[in-house]
């Protein structure tokens, strides 16, 4: 049976939620389609987590008029949705005098694009701010407004509020085909069809294949892929800044930043690759990360890694992609939306939306919802708030997750929020069960046994992320699970 809707919306990444989540305000149907087993698991849930300020992008594209115009929104979005955000401000360091030329072209380039409150720093007022820079730094270009966010945890947010106000989300359904029909299109994912007035291409890296399969334009997508290693928390007051290098062509370079949730990260390295699916990392990719963070911070530690990771970006020529396509009515694409796209995803969204209302009319829900509960982050509440969550709930009392401090309660809380995903990487963007020093070592079987519990799902059948991620690989003699 073929299902209606007015818009299909086809990738989970910020951009698909952050515009599910604006379509939402709308008496519309609409739906998203998402390949994988959850969310933010392609660009979205692999990057660097910073919300931009606006000044490295060239005036007059729509990189640098979207990436402010998020930079503004996130504050409020975040609040909102109860979102991990810290708007710690950017540091762009120069260390000779031509890159002391380039930080002055970019504090003029943001004052084009709008960027409020930028200031040039001395070296002085630099290592002021910053212990741990480099001696020889010869000043920095300032952005106050800058700041980190958790990309899956803002991804997971944005899309719930959106479910929370009438979106439907197909996890684990693939795009096979699309048919062009005189209404719309028939997309079939997931082994069913959906009927839409409106496709929109939110297939980050797989754009162009969404693109040519609907009939539209043949997009040549570049694969960046950039490696990163982050460190265990108790290094996470090491820097209080994002701290960038010089930007280059291949990107903004590699930058040393505390993380939302209060770890140090560093990277991305920056390779173009002919394969948009490897995010395997490498050690030269990581030691060159290593190597080229020590000429911002001579310091750095090599020791206190917990984890590294890869993440791909999908490149298409000098600016976003956000039009409907000259080759085929009624696909509105969105691609190329490589750095800064996590900032601009709300605003993104914004002008998305107002592109589906040309076709179709956008009449308000009176009773939108614009707020979202998130799960209680237990580590960071005082003793009163978490007494009181125990009282509620018993099973905020029981300890599951040790080195992040999460409980039981969180725990059953994410998978029954929303849109639930009974695998263990679900529960660790939900909740961070397993985010921690020992990265699950200690508290996967407890999480198995807890996601077996609420869901019904045999233990031995429970993934770590998706179908094909099985831990369990057969019975002992007595029948217990390997």
């Not at 997931?190 to 754009?207: D, Q, R, S, T, Y």
């Not at 991305?268 to 990581?286: C, F, H, K, N, R």
């Not at 005082?382 to 009181?388: G, L, M, P, S, T």
């Amino acid at each position: 049976m073929t299902q209606q809707w007015d818009v299909l919306i086809a990738g989970g990444g910020v951009v698909g939620a952050s515009i599910a989540r604006e379509l939402s305000r709308y008496d519309l149907k609409t739906a998203l389609v998402e390949a994988n087993s959850d969310l933010a698991l392609g660009t979205s849930g692999a990057n660097s987590g910073i919300v931009h300020a606006g000044y490295d992008a060239m005036p007059g594209t729509l990189m640098a008029e979207l990436n402010v115009r998020g930079n503004a929104m996130y504050p409020e979005l975040c609040r909102k949705l109860e979102i991990p955000f810290e708007p710690i401000g950017s540091l762009v360091l120069a260390f000779d005098e031509e890159d002391e030329k380039t930080i002055q072209k970019l504090y003029d380039r943001g004052q084009v694009n709008g960027v409020p409150e930028l200031k040039i720093l001395s070296a002085e007022e630099v290592k002021a701010m910053e212990p741990h820079v480099t001696e020889t730094v010869r000043g920095a270009l300032y952005a106050p407004t800058a700041g980190v966010v958790s990309p899956y945890e803002a991804t997971i947010a944005i899309a719930e509020n959106a479910a929370e106000n009438g979106v439907s989300f197909y996890l684990e359904h693939p795009v096979t085909a699309v048919r062009k029909t005189e209404d719309g299109f028939v997309v079939t994912a997931g082994g069913e069809e959906f009927a839409c007035k409106i496709l929109i291409n939110c297939c980050g890296v797989h754009a162009h294949e969404l693109s040519q399969m609907a009939g539209g334009e043949p997009f040549k997508v570049t694969g960046r892929k950039g490696e990163y290693i982050l460190y265990d928390k108790n290094l996470g007051g090491y820097v209080s800044h994002v701290l960038f290098q010089p930007p280059s062509k291949m990107g903004k370079g590699i930058l040393v930043t505390q993380t939302a949730e209060g770890n140090m990260l560093i990277g991305p390295s920056s390779m173009d690759v002919d394969d948009i699916d490897d995010t395997a990392t490498t050690q030269e990719g990581l030691d060159g990360v290593l190597v080229t963070a020590r000429r911002s911070c001579p310091e750095l530690p090599a020791g206190g890694a917990i984890t590294t990771f890869a993440g791909m970006r999908a490149v298409i020529g000098d600016d976003f992609i956000i039009r409907y396509s000259d080759m085929v009515d009624g696909l509105l694409q969105t691609a190329g939306i490589c750095s800064p796209g996590l900032t601009a995803a709300p605003a993104i969204a914004e002008k998305v939306a107002a592109l589906v209302g040309e076709r179709l009319t956008l009449k308000a829900k009176e009773n939108w919802k614009d707020t979202r509960e998130g799960i209680p982050p237990f580590n960071k509440l005082d003793w009163d708030a978490r007494q009181k969550l125990i009282e509620q709930d018993p099973a905020y009392a029981r300890m599951v997750c040790r080195c992040e401090t999460v409980t039981e309660g969180q725990i059953v809380k994410a998978l029954h929020s929303p849109i639930p995903v009974y695998t263990i990487d679900g529960v660790k963007r939900r909740c961070r069960a397993g985010m921690g020093r020992c990265q699950g070592s200690f508290c996967t079987p407890r999480v198995m046994d807890i996601i077996a519990r609420e869901s019904g799902i045999p233990f031995a059948e429970i993934s770590k992320n998706g179908p094909d991620a099985k831990l369990i690989t057969g019975t002992l003699k007595g029948g217990a699970a390997e």
